[in-house]
């Protein structure tokens, strides 16, 4: 099964990208393993990603802002998902600093309306020579704070 495009529905803050659960994403109970879950938000996350140019080909020099790492990782399970099919993934940015960034996700519905999972994630652009702490450029910083959720 792949991913099909759906309308996304009205949102606002974020992007939501559909996402493809297969039979065997599922556990020995029939549901969607705990690890996939992070797994399904980083294909999304690098769709959204590759949609505006920023791409990772095994260059680690050429990489640019996609030489970045985890740093932290929250997931809170809030309802099994039990069946393959499309899903959803809404993702969105918490805080966007100078080398690191924090984002918000929920694996969802493709409605966006029933949520599986949620959490966010750290990440820290890396330099590829030196493995330290890096700027995100300002291409990268501009398609950011797009993604930022309100405060408010």
Same mark, same amino acid.
């Given at each position: ?60 020099? *050429? *990489?640019?802002? *996609? !030489? ?39 694996? !969802? ?24 702490? *890096?700027?995100? $450029?300002? $291409? ?13």
């Amino acid at each position: 099964m792949t991913a099909e495009a759906l309308p996304a529905p009205a949102l606002s803050y974020g992007r939501l990208l559909p996402v493809s659960v297969h039979f065997d994403d599922l556990d020995a109970l029939g549901m969607l393993h705990n690890a996939r879950y992070p797994l399904l938000v980083e294909r999304a996350w690098t769709e959204l990603w590759q949609g505006h140019g920023i791409r990772f080909d095994g260059d680690w020099a *050429a *990489a640019g802002d *996609a !030489c970045n790492v985890v740093k932290e990782l929250l997931i809170s399970y809030e309802a099994p998902v039990t069946r393959p099919g499309t899903y959803a993934v809404h993702l969105w940015l918490e805080r966007l600093g100078t080398t690191g960034l924090t984002y918000g996700f929920r694996l !969802c519905s493709p409605d966006g309306a029933t949520t599986y999972a949620q959490g966010t994630r750290v990440l820290v652009r890396l330099d590829a020579a030196t493995l330290r702490p *890096a700027p995100w $450029s300002e $291409s990268f910083r501009a398609v950011g704070r797009e993604l930022l959720r309100p405060r408010g």
